[in-house]
């Protein structure tokens, strides 16, 4: 009977993460309980777009951060999405504010050598050399990426927690390795606070590539043992982690 309440108070949550589409997350955004990084990836993705000529969003989800930020960005913007759910969506929003979409993957992308002066993603897998590869002498890599300690609250509930790696430090040497000078650096993690076990629910459903085989029945039992352990009076308090990385070519 407790499990047929518990699994009735998250089901709208699960319900809400099966509907999802875009990359939209502005209502289930966290309370900080300590600083949030020092760097704003906006805010930096407009000062590298003064000046360049073509520009480059990676995974541009339904394409809402990139409108955002049009403005600030050359006139010749493309932008890649995988997800057949969210390439029509991007370009429903971006093809009017001449951005072009193509859809495929990030780790082997199709464009020829030096097609862009400036590449951004954020939060979107890529390999470094197939980024240098088309970044064009004195181009610029700016990405703001989720790091390794991301939730490592999580990762003793969800045994299938995907462990990606030391992402910064490989991407790091990457970007070195493929000729690319790193211009900025930072890691920063931070505690935060989510409403409640709902939110964290919908962020896990909507993560496949970090929670493969997430579900309302089977992790039942792991979500009320970390509401159990991490519950306080703030909320669910959980690790983010963030990088930032900028290189030029
Ligand atoms: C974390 S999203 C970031 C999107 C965008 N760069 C931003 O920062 O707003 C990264 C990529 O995951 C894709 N994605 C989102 N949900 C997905 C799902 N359920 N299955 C596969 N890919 C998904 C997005 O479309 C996007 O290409």
Redesign the pocket.
């Known amino acids: 009977m407790k499990r047929a309440q518990e699994l009735a108070r998250l089901k709208p949550w699960f319900e809400r993460a099966r509907d999802f589409s875009g990359?939209d997350l502005s209502k289930v955004r966290p309370r900080l309980i300590e600083p949030a990084p020092a760097w704003d990836y906006e805010t930096i993705v407009r000062q590298y777009g003064l000046g360049k000529r073509d520009a480059l969003d990676m995974?541009?989800?339904g394409g809402?951060?990139l409108a955002r930020i049009r403005e600030a960005l050359p006139a010749r913007t493309t932008a890649t999405?995988?997800?057949n759910v969210?390439a029509p969506i991007a370009k429903k929003r971006l093809a009017p504010l001449g951005v072009e979409i193509v859809r495929c993957r990030s780790l082997l992308l199709p464009f020829v050598e030096s097609a862009f002066d400036l590449v951004i993603n954020?939060?979107?897998e890529l390999e470094p050399r197939e980024v240098a590869r088309v970044l064009s002498v004195g181009g610029h890599v700016v990405t703001q990426q989720v790091g390794r300690d991301n939730w490592s609250e999580l990762r003793s509930f969800f045994p299938m927690m995907t462990d990606f790696g030391d992402l910064y430090g490989n991407y790091i040497r990457g970007f070195e390795s493929a000729g690319l000078q790193i211009i900025r650096k930072n890691q920063h993690d931070y505690k935060v606070a989510y409403r409640d076990l709902g939110e964290i629910v919908f962020l896990l459903a909507?993560s496949?590539w970090s929670f493969p085989g997430f579900s309302p029945e089977g992790d039942l039992d792991a979500l009320l043992a970390l509401e159990s352990d991490y519950l306080t009076e703030d909320g669910l308090v959980l690790t983010e982690s963030r990088f930032l990385i900028i290189a030029e070519k």
């Open positions: 990359w995974g541009t989800g809402e951060l999405e995988e997800w969210n954020r939060h979107e909507i496949p």
